[in-house]
């Protein structure tokens, strides 16, 4: 069942989006060379509790971390390890909070020192074509709309659009209807409602599109192994047009 927020809960889910952009904020800054995957997981985890917030992801479907971090090839969903970044890395966080009750969910991928331009472009693109389908989550329009303005955008430029994960309609559960593909024909779909609220997470790869999933059971991967970029904003649609909740 799509479910329609109040302004109340809009309001909490505003607050829970603001404290997950502000922690990620503070991830993005300490990433460095040198530093281990598992390292961000145990800040992230103490900036949560500095926050007064649960973590959204930790213990999700037995997701054993607070922070999804997925580096180069890792398309999403990467448990945090030993692996060390690296300079020249592209470094994926995916991160979320529960407040009264209300979940917030955003994802950023930065690039470690210098990268080549290829991985510049993939993050330009990915970046912007979180917000080319933001734009089009406006009531009256339909669901696809915003599937179709990503993939127009990203595979203009050559990049591919992957079809195994999707965006999800959020509030109390992390995950609600509808579901949100970054890809879809135009004009088709539900229709967008005012007090909808949508998590918009396109996944753009450089090569093909296809992905797998690690032994760990939660690792996506690309298959050729080509590097991979994710951003994410929860989305709030308004009778003055979409507010991104996750924004600083």
């Known amino acids: 069942m799509i479910q329609i927020k109040s302004p109340r809960e809009i309001a909490i889910m505003r607050k829970a989006g603001q404290i997950t952009a502000q ?66 890395d592209i470094v994926g966080l995916d991160f979320g909070v529960i407040l009264d009750g209300y979940y917030g969910d955003s994802a950023v991928t930065v690039g470690v ?29 339909k669901l696809f709309d915003i599937s179709y303005a990503i993939q127009n955008y990203v595979e203009s430029y050559g990049f591919s659009v992957v079809r195994e994960f999707v965006g999800h309609g959020i509030g109390r559960n992390l995950h609600e209807e509808p579901q949100v593909p970054n890809y879809g024909p135009k004009g088709k779909g539900l229709p967008l409602k005012e007090g909808m609220v949508l998590a918009i997470e396109p996944m753009i790869n450089i090569g093909a599109h296809a992905v797998r999933i690690e032994p760990d059971g939660w690792t996506a991967v690309t298959v050729d192994r080509s590097l991979s970029a994710h951003f994410e904003h929860t989305v709030a649609i308004t009778t003055n047009g979409p507010e991104v909740l996750t924004l600083l």
Do not use: M, W
């Open 23 to 88: 922690i990620l904020s503070e991830l993005v800054h300490i990433i460095k060379p040198g530093l281990s995957t598992a390292e961000l997981d145990v800040v992230a985890e103490k900036l949560c509790k500095d926050y007064g917030v649960i973590p959204a992801f930790k213990g999700y479907k037995g997701f054993p971390c607070t922070l999804c971090v997925s580096v180069n090839e890792q398309v999403v969903h990467g448990i945090p390890s030993s692996r060390v970044i690296q300079e020249g």
């Open 113 to 141: 020192g210098q990268i080549s331009e290829q991985a510049k472009k993939l993050l330009e693109i990915t970046k912007e074509g979180l917000n080319k389908g933001i734009e089009q989550t406006v009531a009256g329009n």
